[in-house]
């Protein structure tokens, strides 16, 4: 492969940048619906910010570390469900709805576990937790709060993500676009009645934020599931389709999806433990960390929605055995990527001052500083987008998910932690050089994950066809 590059490097270019008509209807039919659930989550959770930052930077400072947690909860929840997902997208592609059931259903035991124990975890030991996040004081106090009355969300949330990600692999994403929306805007209404008690509600501040939180994922599993069995789709499955009792499968499937459950977990917690430098350096840096990453979001919509859309593609079309196919459509994804990570960086430069000047409620230190951190983030967007449709959307879905782990939770934890972590505590460097420190695992990452996309040794099919009838309805 590397003569095609050097040697003829126009003609390589060209196959990552020609998307011709019928590839790129397929990408926006299937991105399309992701990007405007994510677009409006986005949008809907800087109104969330507006409303808690309204009460002072104590009390946003105290839901953004709590969420911190949370954010931990989602990241093991998004590993286990994305792993099932590989499975689901390649066999969807085989067209044996069965093995896709299955896979489904052993997600779903993995989430449960997961989530009963982060529950049991938020709710009898709140306090432990946040004092790894906050020293004590008013913010925590909040934190404390939020984390016990948020944490019911948990186990509806993370059944509602492995039905979401079934979906999404059978290649109908507007139904998780509808649920997710419908939760978001319930969300946002619960917020201000909640918050700061509206139509005869009592003002309960973050604990209202945090109930609130709890209905809205109520909502969104409830549609999911409404979807899911009311259109016969091949995620409403039976308990006896769910479960499968070949033992064989089960080994090779944890196998394959552990590493990725390992990935997002220890990549939560290396980003946990950026947040909680953040919290040794006061409330200031919490809260512009936590706009930053609010504002960030806004236009990394873009790039997670094709970061799906890739691991669908790249997982269908290795289940239908195309592996040279597979091989360009990662090509052109990464090129689309890395092109709109372009664009996007200069949108965000355009957009942050407009929207760092809603949070009135905010200091005007916390402002200054989210000024310089939105600056780093627009500059570095375009190699993360690399990495990001890299790793997740094509490694990991042609089941080289020994490699991602490796590659992602590697650079994180041997350069970006303890580099941040000297930043912060030997140098004492304010939190704006410590955000630009965590962006030095991305360069790592892109140096190394370019010869190995190219290498192809990710190129796999782990579906198991032969001949069998395919089950269901399609």
Not at 173 to 178: E, N
Not at 194 to 205: C, D, E, H, N, S
Not at 265 to 274: I, N, R
Not at 310 to 326: C, S
């Given at each position: 492969?590397s003569?095609?590059v050097?040697?003829?490097?126009?003609?390589?270019?060209?196959?990552?940048?020609?998307w011709d008509?019928?590839?790129?209807?397929?990408?926006?039919?299937?991105a399309?619906?992701?990007?405007?659930?994510?677009?409006?989550?986005s949008?809907?959770?800087?109104?969330?910010?507006l409303?808690?930052s309204?009460?002072?930077?104590?009390?946003?400072?105290?839901?953004t570390?709590?969420?911190?947690?949370t954010?931990?909860?989602?990241?093991?929840?998004f590993?286990?469900?994305s792993?099932?997902a590989?499975?689901?997208?390649q066999?969807?592609?085989?067209?044996?709805?069965?093995?896709?059931?299955?896979?489904m259903?052993?997600s779903?035991?993995a989430?449960?576990?997961?989530?009963?124990?982060?529950?049991?975890a938020?709710?009898?030991?709140?306090?432990?937790?946040?004092?790894c996040?906050?020293?004590?004081?008013?913010?925590?106090?909040?934190?404390?709060?939020?984390?016990?009355?948020?944490?019911?969300?948990?186990?509806?949330?993370?059944?509602s993500?492995?039905?979401?990600m079934c979906?999404?692999?059978?290649?109908?994403?507007?139904?998780?676009?509808?649920?997710?929306?419908?939760?978001?805007f319930v969300?946002?209404?619960l917020?201000y009645l909640?918050?700061?008690?509206?139509?005869?509600?009592?003002?309960?501040?973050v604990?209202?934020a945090?109930?609130?939180?709890?209905?809205?994922?109520g909502?969104?599993?409830?549609?999911?599931?409404?979807?899911?069995y009311?259109?016969h789709?091949?995620?409403?499955a039976?308990p006896?389709?769910?479960?499968?009792?070949?033992?064989?499968?089960?080994?090779?499937?944890?196998?394959?999806?552990m590493?990725?459950i390992?990935?997002e977990?220890?990549?939560?917690?290396?980003?946990?433990?950026?947040g909680?430098y953040?919290?040794?350096?006061?409330?200031?840096a919490?809260?512009?960390?936590?706009?930053c990453?609010?504002?960030?979001?806004?236009v990394?919509?873009?790039i997670?929605?094709?970061?799906?859309a890739?691991?669908?593609?790249?997982?269908?079309?290795?289940?239908?055995?195309?592996?040279?196919?597979?091989y360009l459509?990662g090509?052109?994804?990464?090129?689309?990527?890395?092109?709109?990570?372009v664009?996007?960086?200069?949108v965000?430069l355009v957009?942050?001052?407009?929207?760092?000047?809603?949070?009135?409620?905010?200091?005007a230190?916390?402002?200054?500083?989210a000024?310089?951190?939105?600056?780093?983030?627009?500059?570095?967007?375009?190699?993360?987008?690399?990495?990001?449709?890299?790793?997740?959307?094509?490694?990991?879905?042609?089941?080289?998910?020994?490699?991602s782990?490796?590659?992602?939770?590697?650079?994180?934890w041997?350069?970006?932690?303890p580099?941040?972590?000297?930043?912060?505590f030997?140098?004492?460097l304010?939190?704006?050089?410590?955000?630009?420190?965590?962006?030095?695992?991305?360069i790592?990452?892109?140096?190394?994950?370019?010869?190995?996309?190219i290498?192809r040794?990710?190129l796999?099919?782990i579906?198991?066809?032969?001949?069998?009838?395919?089950?269901?309805?399609?």
């Open positions: 492969m003569r095609s050097f040697a003829r490097p126009v003609a390589f270019l060209r196959s990552c940048l020609c008509r019928p590839f790129a209807k397929w990408v926006v039919i299937i399309l619906p992701i990007i405007l659930q994510d677009l409006v989550s949008s809907l959770h800087i109104i969330d910010g409303m808690v309204s009460l002072g930077d104590a009390a946003y400072s105290a839901v570390q709590a969420n911190r947690f954010f931990v909860f989602q990241l093991f929840c590993g286990t469900a792993g099932g590989i499975f689901m997208s066999y969807w592609g085989a067209k044996d709805i069965e093995k896709m059931r299955h896979s259903g052993i779903l035991v989430v449960a576990i997961l989530s009963l124990l982060f529950t049991l938020a709710m009898l030991k709140p306090g432990l937790i946040i004092d996040f906050l020293p004590a004081g008013e913010s925590h106090d909040a934190a404390v709060t939020f984390l016990a009355a948020v944490a019911p969300s948990y186990v509806l949330l993370g059944v993500t492995v039905y979401s979906i999404k692999a059978g290649e109908k994403t507007y139904i998780p676009l509808i649920a997710g929306v419908l939760s978001i969300n946002t209404a917020n909640l918050i700061f008690g509206r139509l005869g509600l009592p003002a309960m501040g604990l209202g945090a109930i609130a939180t709890d209905i809205a994922s909502v969104q599993l409830a549609v999911n599931l409404a979807f899911a009311g259109k789709l091949p995620a409403g039976t006896r389709q769910l479960f499968c009792g070949d033992r064989s499968f089960v080994r090779r499937f944890i196998r394959i999806v590493p990725v390992f990935n977990g220890l990549w939560a917690l290396g980003t946990t433990m950026y909680v953040y919290g040794r350096m006061g409330d200031v919490v809260a512009a960390t936590g706009i990453s609010t504002v960030d979001s806004l990394w919509v873009f997670f929605g094709m970061m799906h890739t691991a669908i593609i790249i997982g269908k079309t290795l289940g239908e055995g195309r592996k040279e196919d597979a459509y090509k052109r994804m990464i090129a689309g990527a890395m092109t709109a990570g664009v996007l960086g200069v965000l957009i942050r001052m407009p929207i760092l000047s809603l949070f009135g409620g905010l200091s230190e916390v402002i200054d500083k000024k310089i951190l939105l600056l780093f983030s627009a500059g570095t967007m375009w190699f993360r987008a690399f990495n990001c449709i890299n790793v997740v959307g094509i490694l990991r879905s042609g089941g080289d998910t020994v490699f782990l490796v590659l992602d939770v590697g650079s994180m041997m350069i970006g932690v580099l941040c972590a000297v930043a912060t030997v140098f004492h304010p939190v704006e050089f410590v955000y630009l420190c965590t962006f030095a695992e991305e790592v990452k892109i140096i190394i994950g370019v010869p190995h996309f290498g040794k990710w796999k099919s579906t198991e066809t032969k001949g069998e009838p395919a089950f269901g309805e399609h």
